[in-house]
């Protein structure tokens, strides 16, 4: 019997129609309701790009609380749908950004459920359409927010009003898919999926935290709950919080921990063989990519022709009778490119595949962009080929799945290798360490790579990588590490001591350098893998992704990051994934099934830019006029010296200081716009 295809609007076999491209906010304090109304629709209208064609304002004027949302409308998507939405019960109210893969599911739930205590889960009304927001509303009313939650399999952002009890909740989902931001100002709580909605109210207080920028400049990101302002929190991943109206924000409340959940699956360890995992892994994800290609909308995915976004679409091939669309950015820098691998993936899978070569100067045209788009200081220059792949797929699709979280999950950084042979390394004495650190450092990355460059070629594909000047002056400063906080930490830091170059600054602790926060993990690789998925992953990858996808209206789903998935890739022992020096050894028994192993092996390139030739060429002057001294000196948030250090030894082809430097840039850029806003 031919298999239906998932991808077509018009063979829904049963699908409901839902929500997709969300974005929420909103506020509570007094205020006349002419004025709360005014503003509400302003929030919303800063963040129109998350849902462009329908907004919706409801307020509750005698406790001041607003509540907004915007949409995009689906294919002949009900009215029922509109948000916010109100339960049948009328007791709660619900503005709701995100997806609920198993909806239909806990609709069925529900139902049972009433029909054993002989009611109705929408109070004998009947459901009034088709929508996840509408189960999740009813769900809520039934079982109470944690416990819905706990039972949710998607990916989401809410703000949920309580007309009985007068309160507020937020909730996020387990892995920070979808962002909040949330905080007082002014007596005023605010929140709303992005930065800009709250910059709109009256009441807010664009004062920069200067602890979270030296965050940032140890990161390239800002981890949560931090964020750039002083009193704005970004809502922690797998959390809800409660805000009685007139009363203290309460701490959040964890319904899910990734630290947790890989905690107990090295307490449960799988006891099958590597085929019988390969096996699990398979149906797992094969259940992942199913729920998260239901849609009524064209549906595609992003490819690198890596082993993560390649799993992701061979499983999603074999569940469509037609080409799956995917899409590819190529650069003409071979150290850079990995269009060529995706063609030739694409060419198996028999996909619809479209890629884009783009020159340096269609992708530094982004640039001016980025600052706007991420709201607050973001310093991934993934970020720019991540837009321009996004931006190519929404005119095709309006949603695209991609291969995130893999790494996090399998293995597959490089730094978890070199963490394995760090771990031998470090029973070294100091002082021997310090000499090899010397000898790595005492030539610069170009030199090394052209050495490397002739040596390279003869070693086995595994033993192959990209950069390798970068990677050897990493490893370098790491040999340095004392113990497995601080040679984490040196490997994850951009800065290592931002706190000097932040001017005024104290950099706050994060799970990252609180040893107490750690997971309970058998050895320090796997701690590595925990602490990204706490932080790196939500933080860097997910904000990257749904960002610039966002800013084009595409939505982005994440199949690894099925929570089913994640809990049991935490129950496989670590030489199921890391094997013999290379990562992810599980997912390739899967993606082998459905690929050739010769397509997918090469070294790991990554999504970048030649950023480090395009400073030193055709950014130069823009970089130099937000590096100067006297700007800097001007305006008073970071110190000029260390900063201008870097930027001479780079311009001079000592050394490489291109992410270095691009976390400075960035935050300048973002300082540049955020100062001219305000005027």
Not at 144 to 171: E, H, N, P
Not at 346 to 370: N, S
Request: neutral net charge; aromatic residues 8%.
């Amino acid at each position: 019997m031919e298999r239906p295809c998932l991808l077509h609007p018009c063979n829904k076999i049963g699908f409901e129609k839902r929500l997709v491209m969300c974005g929420i906010t909103g506020f509570l304090g007094r205020v006349s309701t002419a004025e709360m109304r005014e503003t509400a629709t302003r929030m919303a209208n800063a963040i129109a790009h998350r849902g462009p064609d329908d907004a919706g304002v409801w307020l509750d004027e005698t406790a001041g609380l607003a509540l907004a949302h915007r949409r995009l409308s689906i294919l002949d998507l009900s009215p029922a749908g509109h948000q916010p939405m109100l339960s049948a019960s009328g007791r709660y109210v619900i503005a709701f950004n995100g997806e609920i893969y198993n909806h239909l599911s806990l609709r069925g739930a529900l139902e049972n459920h009433a029909h054993a205590s002989n009611a109705s889960p929408t109070g004998g009304q009947g459901w009034r359409g088709h929508s996840d927001t509408e189960t999740l509303l009813e769900a809520i009313c039934a079982w109470g927010v944690d416990a819905t939650l706990k039972q949710c399999v998607g990916m989401f952002a809410f703000a949920l009003w309580d007309r009985q009890t007068q309160s507020l909740i937020l909730a996020r989902d387990r892995f920070g898919e979808k962002p909040l931001y949330y905080g007082k100002q002014g007596g005023v709580f605010l929140f709303g999926s992005e930065l800009k909605a709250l910059k709109v109210h009256p009441a807010f207080s664009a004062e920069i935290d200067r602890d979270a920028l030296a965050l940032y400049m140890r990161h390239g990101y800002i981890p949560a709950p931090h964020s750039i302002y002083q009193g704005i929190f970004k809502l922690p991943p797998g959390t809800w919080l409660r805000l009685n109206a007139g009363r203290k924000i309460a701490e959040p409340v964890n319904y899910w921990s990734a630290s947790e959940a890989a905690q107990a699956g090295q307490q449960s360890l799988f006891v099958g063989n590597q085929t019988e995992a390969a096996e699990e892994l398979e149906r797992l994800l094969q259940q992942s990519v199913v729920g998260q290609m239901l849609a009524d909308v064209p549906l595609g995915a992003f490819l690198s022709g890596g082993v993560d976004s390649s799993a992701v679409v061979a499983l999603m091939q074999t569940q469509s009778s037609r080409p799956v669309k995917t899409f590819t950015i190529g650069f003409q820098d071979p150290g850079y490119n990995e269009a060529e691998y995706a063609h030739a993936v694409a060419k198996h899978l028999g996909t619809e595949h479209t890629e884009l070569y783009v020159t340096a100067e269609q992708a530094m045209a982004v640039i001016p962009q980025l600052s706007h788009i991420y709201d607050e200081p973001f310093a991934d220059s993934s970020q720019i080929p991540t837009w321009l792949v996004s931006s190519m797929a929404r005119e095709q699709v309006t949603v695209s799945l991609s291969g995130d979280g893999g790494d996090e999950l399998f293995g597959g950084y490089n730094r978890y290798f070199l963490g394995q042979k760090l771990s031998k390394i470090g029973r070294l004495p100091m002082p021997l360490r310090s000499l090899m650190s010397g000898a790595l450092n005492s030539a610069s990355p170009e030199r090394w790579d052209a050495t490397m460059g002739l040596v390279l070629p003869l070693l086995p594909s595994k033993l192959r990588f990209a950069n390798p000047g970068d990677k050897l002056h990493k490893l370098s400063r790491v040999l340095r590490s004392e113990n497995m906080e601080s040679l984490y930490l040196g490997l994850v830091s951009l800065w290592d001591d931002p706190a000097s170059v932040v001017l005024g600054s104290k950099e706050p602790v994060t799970v990252l350098t609180d040893r107490s926060q750690w997971p309970n993990l058998p050895d320090l690789v796997q701690g590595m893998m925990a602490l990204d998925t706490i932080s790196y992953l939500p933080d860097d990858i997910l904000t990257k992704v749904d960002r610039a996808a966002m800013s084009v209206s595409l939505e982005t789903r994440v199949p690894f990051l099925d929570h089913r998935v994640m809990e049991f890739a935490w129950r496989l022992p670590l030489s199921m994934k890391i094997l013999n020096g290379q990562g992810k050894h599980v997912l390739r028994q899967v993606l082998y099934k459905y690929v050739p192993k010769e397509l997918i092996e090469r070294p790991k390139m990554g999504f970048g830019i030649p950023l480090d030739s395009w400073l030193r060429g055709p950014l130069r002057d823009w970089a130099e006029s937000l590096l100067d001294e006297t700007k800097l000196k001007r305006e008073g948030f970071l110190n000029p010296a260390p900063i201008r250090q870097k930027w001479l030894e780079h311009l001079s082809g000592k050394r490489n200081w291109q992410h270095q430097l691009w976390v400075v840039l960035m935050f300048q850029s973002w300082l540049d716009l955020t100062m001219n806003e305000s005027k």
